[in-house]
Every structure is written in structure tokens, then in C-alpha cells.
């Protein structure tokens, strides 16, 4: 019996009616870890001959769907991967269901209004509506903002491990944009904690002079970790600090009804 027989096991991990469709499984069981996978553990999980997972992973990395970790021991997610995945997010939220919760959000509470995602160490706007209002901050959706300064990405940050944290923004300088960016990783630990506690994150100027934030999760009928966003944006003359939480009733009813839009979707 070859290989390709093998990876047929229609009860396994990797099941699938063609090869291509074998490379897609493993693609998904990778994507799906929160860690780098090494090839022993792949081989643990699946049960294929080693032999045979690695001529897979090696196809997979050559198409830059994969990316092997220094030292060649562990993968994860390529760039290529991001870059479909932030497509297909983008194409669903500009021409799905989110569009439309998006746009009564921001009649709703009169302000620009967001839906973000954490992609390759940065925060991706999937979709915007901006305000009517003369005064606004412009930014469409591809953009994307730094995690450590922007209420989304402080949110984002807040649901990681310590260790995940640290590997994402640990590692090199936090660069100041304002007076009040948070730059000390004590103090952003204690301000992740916050986060957690009160199930919100506020930016107060922290990326951009005079915008202020508040964005919260979109929630998962499994449970597992929300990978959304909703957030409103305003300038700090229409949105005071004091006046965050009166934003919290709309923006966690337009979460709810983008996660359940997400788990009506074939």
C-alpha cells in the first residue's frame, strides 16, 4: 500500500477524496492550532507515516500556504494563508449581512463604526461606515493599525495567554503615536487585565489625537475564541471617557447579531 492510500482513512483528520483535498485538511488542522505545530506532533495527531506528512508540509511550503519556523522543526500559517483569509473576511463584510448591522449601528449611535480582525501581528479593518458627521477620521477597510494603541487590538491581546502576548508584542519597542499611548509592558498587563474584567476596551487617544475607541468582541456559538471585533469611533469632543459605557448596549447587540450572521453562513 503507497502513501496515497494511506491519507485516504475516510474517518481521519486528514479525510478527503483527492489530494488537493488531503492538503486542505492538513491546512485546516494547522490553522486551527493556537501554536507552531512540529512534524512529531502532526504525525501523533494524524497517524500518517512520517514520511508522508512531510513531502505535505514541504508541498505546502513551497506554495507559500506554510511557513517553516527557524531551526525547521515547527509550522505555521504562511503568508499567503493570511492573505486569503483576510480576503475572504473583507469580501464577506462588504457584500454580506455584517454590512448591513454595521450601517444601523452607526445610525444607532451616529459615530463611525468598524468590524476588525487580528491578522499577522496587526489589527485588519474588514469593514467601516463613517459617520455623516463633517468631523470625522477616515479610514477604509485593508487598513490596518497597530494592537498595542487601539482598542481592538488591546482587546484582542487581552483574550491571549500571557506567553502569546509576550511573543506577539514582546520582543521589540512599542512605538509611542500619542502623549497617552501605553508603551510599558507592566502597565499594558495591567490594562489587559481591566480589559478582561469589564468585557470592553477603550482607546483614549492612544493611536490618533483627539479619537476615542470602544470596541468589543463579537462572540462564537462554540464558545471558542472570538476572532471579530465591533468597535465606534469618535473624536473625544462628541465621545468623552465618561461617556463610553452609554456606546456599550448598542455595540454589544451589533456583536451579537454579527456572530450569529457568521453561524448562519453554509
Not at 470592553?200 to 468582541?217: F, I, K, Q, S
Request: some cysteine; hydrophobic content about 40%; overall charge negative.
Amino acid at each position: 500500500m503507497d502513501h496515497a492510500e494511506l491519507i485516504q482513512e475516510p474517518d481521519g483528520p486528514l479525510s478527503g477524496d483527492t489530494p488537493a483535498l488531503r492538503l486542505f485538511a492538513l491546512l485546516e488542522l494547522i490553522a486551527a492550532s493556537d501554536h507552531q505545530v512540529s512534524l512529531p506532533a502532526l504525525v501523533a495527531e494524524t497517524g500518517l507515516p512520517k514520511p508522508t506528512l512531510h513531502r505535505m508540509l514541504q508541498q505546502l511550503e513551497s506554495a507559500g500556504l506554510l511557513l517553516r519556523e527557524p531551526g525547521g522543526r515547527s509550522y505555521t500559517t504562511g503568508a499567503r494563508l493570511h492573505r486569503l483569509a483576510e480576503r475572504l473576511l473583507l469580501n464577506d463584510s462588504r457584500n454580506g449581512g455584517r454590512h448591513v448591522i454595521l450601517r444601523h449601528l452607526v445610525d444607532e449611535l451616529g459615530e463611525s463604526c468598524n468590524i476588525t480582525t487580528l491578522s499577522r501581528g496587526e489589527v485588519v479593518y474588514l469593514d467601516r461606515v463613517e459617520t455623516p458627521e463633517p468631523l470625522r477620521f477616515y479610514l477604509r477597510p485593508g487598513s490596518r493599525v497597530p494592537v498595542h494603541c487601539t482598542a481592538t487590538g488591546k482587546l484582542f491581546l487581552a483574550q491571549m495567554s500571557a506567553q502569546q502576548r509576550h511573543k506577539l508584542i514582546g520582543h521589540a519597542p512599542l512605538k509611542r503615536y500619542t502623549d497617552t499611548t501605553i508603551t510599558d509592558l507592566d502597565a499594558l498587563e495591567v490594562e489587559f487585565e481591566r480589559i478582561s474584567a469589564q468585557g470592553y476596551a477603550v482607546d483614549d487617544e492612544e493611536y490618533l489625537p483627539g479619537l476615542v475607541c470602544v470596541a468589543v468582541t463579537v462572540p462564537r456559538a462554540d464558545g471558542s475564541p472570538p476572532v471579530l471585533a465591533v468597535a465606534v469611533q469618535a473624536p473625544v469632543m462628541r465621545l468623552s471617557l465618561d461617556d463610553v459605557t452609554t456606546t456599550l448596549p448598542a455595540l454589544r447587540s451589533a456583536a451579537e447579531a454579527i456572530g450569529r450572521h457568521g453561524e448562519e453562513q453554509p
